[in-house]
C-alpha cells in the first residue's frame, strides 16, 4: 500500500486544519486506516484510525472531541479534521495502514506514509 499525506502547515492556536491521505495499491475492503503524530523528542502516538468498509472509528481520549477522523471512498482518501489547535498539537502527523483491526501501537501497522509536518504557534 502507498500513503501520500498532506495538508499540514504552520497555524496559530485556535485554528482548524484538515490533512489528507490518499490510499493506493490495493483493495481496501480488509483494510484500516489511521492517523499518528510524533513530537520532536517523543514517541510516535496514536491519533486516530476508520475501518475502511464500516467506517468505525477509534480516537485517542485526549483528542476527543477537537480531531476527527472521516474517509472518502470515491477518492480513496482518509481525513484528520484537526479543530482548536493548540501549540501541543505540533508534531509530524503520519497516515498509516494495516488488515483487519485497529491496534494503537505503531509497530503494529506496516504501511506508512511520509508525514506531513504540523506546526501550531501560540
Known amino acids: 500500500v502507498q500513503l501520500q499525506a498532506s495538508g499540514g502547515g504552520l497555524v496559530q492556536a485556535g485554528d482548524s486544519l484538515r490533512l489528507s491521505c490518499v490510499a493506493s495499491?490495493?483493495?481496501?475492503?480488509?483494510?484500516?486506516l489511521g492517523w499518528f503524530r510524533q513530537a520532536p523528542g517523543k514517541a510516535r502516538e496514536f491519533v486516530a484510525a476508520i475501518k475502511w468498509v464500516s467506517r468505525n472509528t477509534a480516537h485517542t481520549n485526549s483528542l476527543k472531541g477537537r480531531f476527527s477522523i472521516s474517509r472518502d471512498n470515491s477518492k480513496n482518501t482518509v481525513y484528520l479534521q484537526m479543530n482548536s489547535l493548540k501549540p501541543e498539537d505540533t508534531a509530524v502527523y503520519y497516515c498509516a495502514g494495516r488488515p483487519f483491526t485497529i491496534v494503537t501501537t505503531p509497530e503494529s501497522w506496516d504501511s506508512w506514509g511520509q508525514g506531513t509536518q504540523v506546526t501550531v504557534s501560540s
Open positions: 495499491g490495493r483493495t481496501f475492503s480488509d483494510y484500516v
